[in-house]
């Protein structure tokens, strides 16, 4: 390099310099994604006034008018309906939840054992926690508590045996009922569907057409009409004298549903991992099975990660079709408690439908949150 040319480079490094004011801080953000176009410019306006209107409605109703503690129906009723509210009183009737809560969460189960469920609760938590967070060290022994151990302690400990009362499954009800259906279909769809997705894509005719038939017949009916047949039909082909739990009927309906369900989701992973990685597993001399475990199947589950959340999302929503078998989830002994006379008023429903669409929200936004986090959290160069 010439000395002429030498005078025209630099020899440090300059400091980074801040971003202009217009371009940070929430002027620029409300600019850029509310006010860029005149057709953003309306609809925000138009959203910002729906919200001023509705909002103050919806507090007023939720907390401000509510009726938080009472015994009866009389804290949420007006003085016409026999009730000591004042005469156009409109709010929600907390006291009806909160005095129906254990129920709605439990069900009937018997009084004096409702610690068993309490306690798995916190078994539960104490095993999937780990689980759920990546720095959390001997993953492998989580994998077998939470999902061996765990199933089979919460088993006894709910049902009964070794020395506990027996409680039917009769009486279980609540949200109970909702997780104990969604964390066992969890367990078998996410296996079982990744088989019967690896069956599909299969050289051997006879093994691909069962999962292909199987996948389709599934598929194609819904999960109400398979939870009628578990219910109504396999009782019909049990030799004489025999029978199968209710709850039992319902948790392999929803998992042979959901594993329909899956298979297709990681189906769609399997084919989006590209050919070079089965090409480069076959140049190492791995077998079928490790070419899966180790190469394929890790790549296939990371690209697939907001189609299996969203299968589970709606799994866990669907459980509420069980009350249609005559099984008390959540939604179902909430609507069974608005027929309690002590408790009937015009706004005992609506205030109980609320919650429990509080509740499968709740639970839902969080396996959604968690979905983005553990994207962010394996994202090594497939996110554009």
Not at 127 to 133: E, G, S, V
Not at 182 to 193: E, K, R, T
Not at 243 to 255: F, H, N, P, Q
Not at 296 to 309: F, R, S, T
């Amino acid at each position: 390099m010439s000395n002429a040319s030498q005078n025209f480079v630099s020899k440090t490094i300059l400091p980074p310099q801040p971003a202009p004011a217009g371009e940070k801080g929430a002027a620029h953000w409300i600019r850029k994604n509310l006010m860029a176009t005149p057709k953003d410019v309306v609809l925000t306006i138009l959203a910002i006034a729906l919200l001023a209107w509705a909002i103050p409605h919806i507090v007023n109703w939720l907390f401000i008018q509510a009726a938080w503690t009472g015994t009866g129906r009389t804290v949420c009723a007006t003085t016409v309906q026999g009730g000591t509210q004042p005469d156009g009183w409109s709010g929600a009737c907390w006291a009806f939840v909160y005095s129906k809560f254990t129920i709605f969460m439990v069900g009937l189960y018997t009084p004096e054992e409702r610690w068993r469920p309490a306690l798995v609760a916190v078994l539960a938590i104490l095993t999937i926690a780990p689980m759920m967070i990546p720095s959390f060290p001997r993953k492998g022994l989580n994998a077998i508590l939470a999902f061996i151990v765990l199933p089979i302690v919460s088993f006894f400990l709910l049902y009964g045996g070794f020395g506990l009362e027996v409680v039917e499954t009769q009486k279980w009800g609540g949200l109970m009922v909702n997780l104990v259906l969604c964390f066992v279909a969890i367990v078998v769809s996410f296996p079982l569907g990744i088989l019967l997705a690896l069956g599909r894509r299969s050289k051997m005719p006879v093994i691909r057409m069962l999962c292909v038939l199987f996948i389709e017949v599934i598929r194609g009916i819904p999960l109400i009409t398979v939870l009628f047949m578990a219910s109504v039909m396999l009782p019909l082909f049990l030799p004489h004298g025999w029978t199968v739990d209710k709850l039992l009927r319902a948790v392999i309906g929803v998992s042979i549903f959901t594993s329909a369900y899956m298979a297709e989701v990681f189906r769609g992973g399997l084919q989006a991992v590209p050919k070079g990685q089965f090409e480069g597993a076959d140049s190492l001399g791995l077998g079928y099975w490790q070419k899966m475990r180790l190469i394929v199947l890790p790549q296939a589950i990371k690209l697939v990660i907001p189609g299996i959340v969203n299968t589970f999302i709606g799994m866990f929503k669907d459980t509420s079709l069980v009350s249609i078998i005559s099984m008390f989830d959540l939604l179902g002994i909430v609507r069974q408690n608005f027929s309690d006379a002590n408790w009937a008023s015009p706004v005992t429903p609506i205030t109980g439908l609320v919650f429990a669409g509080f509740l499968f929200w709740l639970f839902c936004f969080g396996m959604s949150r968690y979905s983005g986090f553990m994207e962010r959290h394996l994202d090594t160069g497939h996110k554009r």
